[in-house]
């Protein structure tokens, strides 16, 4: 991880919506988003298709029906102007499920043979993507990428404040439901919401202690397979040393010029350090001899090649409940870092529970129904 987890480097990251895909080689319909399709009855309709990302994409020795990869063969007569949602008529369809349920096996399909770091679809569906509206080289403003966020109640995003500090936040939008950010075939829509109000923890400081922001929306955001709620830590709860926890991001896959940003949400599984460790391993850096870890972090990661990065602030890193081989909740947000992915130097995340009361009283000011974000 980088501590400039905002796109600041030599060039501006833009998210680019693809040009609707061409039709494939083989296809005798039209080739169309799986959501504009009407479905085909089969006697395997519970079964998740798989897809390859390798079809239709740059240097694919293999070729599918339609050129894009999310896209299928609609039959003729069987294409629908409005998407349909998996979940027609369906109680997910209308209400939020209890928070931190994930969808471990994505929603309508797998990705099959695509890199083992990316994320399944609607996977962490609390998962938001932070946009800033920007002037870019004279031209008509344009949704640049800031860094990510995770929701905590249907108007409430939870973030880094380093993210949001000194903008504006008529400028701000949220997307939730976001997966790959160069296309919209994804079977369900991503939404998208104005931020009304940024809320910064009053002791946040220029050494990012207490880094942590609420971004107060304009609108809730609809539920949906991919669009959920994350749990905030019971109280006192923290994952043990050694606990496996996952976050991720679509921020840069190494350090420095030759990392490139991420297509496809990523995933990335990281252990929890012991700070006394952490600080040990940190003060071996450039930080120098006599850094100390302050206490609204805890530590993750020290895996080699496994790491958020820049670009991935905000993010929420969330573990397993104690008890529970479901439900996660957030113990931590992608904050900052020396380098991406060195073996034996951990990065370092809010700690969650430590900023806890803060959130909650924010949370109670909102009058957000404690429901939203309380692990049942």
């Given at each position: 991880?980088?501590?400039?987890?905002?796109?600041?480097?030599?060039?501006?990251?833009?998210?680019?919506v693809?040009?609707?895909?061409?039709?494939?080689?083989?296809?005798?319909?039209?080739?169309?988003?799986?959501?504009?399709?009407?479905?085909?009855?089969?006697?395997?309709?519970?079964?998740i298709?798989?897809?390859?990302?390798?079809?239709?994409?740059?240097?694919?020795?293999?070729?599918?029906?339609?050129?894009?990869?999310?896209?299928?063969?609609?039959?003729?007569?069987?294409?629908?102007?409005?998407?349909?949602s998996?979940?027609?008529?369906?109680?997910?369809?209308?209400?939020?499920?209890?928070?931190?349920?994930?969808?471990n096996?994505?929603?309508?399909?797998?990705?099959?043979?695509?890199?083992?770091?990316?994320?399944?679809?609607?996977?962490?569906?609390?998962t938001?993507?932070?946009?800033?509206?920007?002037?870019?080289?004279?031209?008509?403003?344009?949704?640049?990428?800031?860094?990510?966020?995770?929701?905590?109640?249907?108007?409430?995003?939870?973030?880094?404040?380093?993210?949001?500090?000194?903008?504006?936040?008529?400028?701000?939008?949220v997307?939730?439901?976001?997966?790959?950010?160069?296309?919209?075939?994804?079977?369900?829509?991503?939404?998208?919401?104005?931020?009304?109000?940024?809320?910064?923890?009053?002791?946040?400081?220029?050494?990012h202690?207490?880094?942590?922001?609420?971004?107060?929306?304009?609108?809730?955001?609809?539920?949906?397979?991919?669009?959920?709620?994350?749990?905030?830590?019971?109280?006192?709860?923290?994952?043990?040393?050694?606990?496996?926890?996952?976050?991720?991001?679509?921020?840069?896959?190494?350090?420095?010029?030759?990392?490139?940003?991420?297509?496809?949400?990523?995933?990335?599984?990281?252990?929890?350090?012991?700070?006394?460790?952490?600080?040990?391993?940190?003060?071996?850096?450039?930080?120098?001899?006599?850094?100390?870890?302050?206490?609204?972090?805890?530590?993750?990661g020290?895996?080699?090649?496994?790491?958020?990065?820049?670009?991935?602030?905000?993010?929420?890193?969330?573990?397993?409940?104690?008890?529970?081989?479901?439900?996660y909740?957030?113990?931590?947000?992608?904050?900052?870092?020396?380098?991406?992915?060195?073996?034996?130097?951990?990065?370092?995340?809010?700690d969650v529970?430590?900023?806890?009361?803060?959130?909650?009283?924010?949370?109670?000011?909102?009058?957000?129904d404690?429901?939203?974000?309380?692990?049942?």
């Open positions: 991880m980088n501590l400039v987890a905002t796109v600041v480097v030599a060039y501006l990251v833009v998210l680019v693809e040009l609707p895909a061409t039709e494939g080689q083989s296809c005798e319909g039209k080739c169309v988003p799986q959501r504009n399709c009407r479905p085909q009855m089969t006697d395997e309709d519970d079964a298709p798989e897809v390859d990302l390798r079809i239709g994409q740059e240097n694919s020795d293999v070729v599918g029906e339609c050129s894009h990869y999310l896209d299928v063969c609609c039959a003729p007569g069987d294409e629908i102007e409005e998407p349909l998996l979940q027609t008529g369906s109680e997910e369809a209308t209400s939020f499920k209890s928070c931190g349920e994930r969808n096996n994505g929603v309508g399909f797998r990705i099959g043979a695509g890199k083992v770091e990316e994320s399944e679809f609607g996977e962490f569906p609390w938001l993507l932070v946009l800033e509206q920007q002037q870019l080289f004279d031209e008509e403003q344009k949704e640049v990428y800031a860094c990510v966020a995770s929701l905590v109640a249907p108007n409430v995003a939870l973030t880094v404040a380093h993210c949001v500090l000194n903008k504006s936040h008529t400028n701000l939008l997307r939730a439901g976001e997966w790959d950010t160069r296309t919209e075939s994804e079977i369900l829509l991503h939404q998208d919401a104005k931020v009304k109000e940024v809320l910064i923890h009053e002791r946040y400081n220029k050494l202690h207490f880094d942590v922001a609420l971004l107060v929306l304009e609108k809730p955001f609809q539920p949906a397979e991919n669009i959920q709620l994350v749990c905030l830590p019971p109280p006192g709860v923290r994952p043990s040393v050694g606990t496996e926890c996952v976050t991720g991001g679509w921020g840069k896959d190494k350090f420095g010029q030759a990392g490139v940003y991420q297509q496809i949400l990523k995933r990335v599984t990281l252990p929890i350090v012991d700070s006394n460790e952490c600080q040990r391993a940190l003060r071996k850096t450039r930080l120098g001899t006599n850094f100390k870890l302050h206490s609204s972090f805890l530590c993750a020290g895996k080699k090649d496994a790491d958020v990065c820049s670009g991935d602030g905000g993010a929420a890193l969330v573990c397993l409940l104690p008890g529970s081989q479901t439900v909740y957030q113990a931590g947000i992608v904050a900052w870092g020396i380098g991406c992915g060195d073996e034996n130097i951990p990065g370092a995340y809010v529970e430590n900023t806890r009361s803060w959130i909650v009283r924010n949370l109670n000011t909102l009058k957000v404690p429901t939203y974000y309380t692990a049942s």
